[in-house]
């Protein structure tokens, strides 16, 4: 599920960066944006956690759009809402321990884009 997981150095991911990359992931695309927008972007460690976590939760709602197009498959999408509610909050949880980790697809297109380095 999770690829290339390495700690991050101290020095690099203070308590608030790594509270501010907690908050991408659980709070919804309001924190990933002001990270972006602000001068928290200069901070490594919020900006990747911003910039995954911004398009985790894009490519979330376009697939639950899909999916509630879909009368049959659409009934389930409260059970996915579930899934990926508990996976924001995994993803959530490696930030704030000061984790880097790479989501499998978000992670390599947000890197073929330039997002991320």
């Known amino acids: 599920m999770l690829e290339n997981i390495r700690k991050a150095p101290a020095e690099e991911a203070g308590d608030q960066d790594r509270l501010m990359a907690l908050l991408a992931y659980i709070i919804g695309i309001i924190v990933p944006l002001i990270i972006l927008l602000t001068d928290m972007k200069n901070r490594p460690f919020q900006k990747y956690h911003a910039v995954q976590a911004l398009v985790a939760q ?38 704030y321990q000061g984790n880097y980790f790479g989501i499998p697809v978000i992670t390599a297109f947000a890197r073929q884009q330039g997002w991320l380095s």
């Open 58 to 95: 894009i490519a979330l709602v376009l697939i639950f759009f899909a999916l509630g197009l879909i009368p049959i498959i659409g009934c389930i999408t409260p059970l996915l809402g579930l899934v990926a509610l508990v996976l924001f909050i995994y993803w959530g949880i490696q930030a």
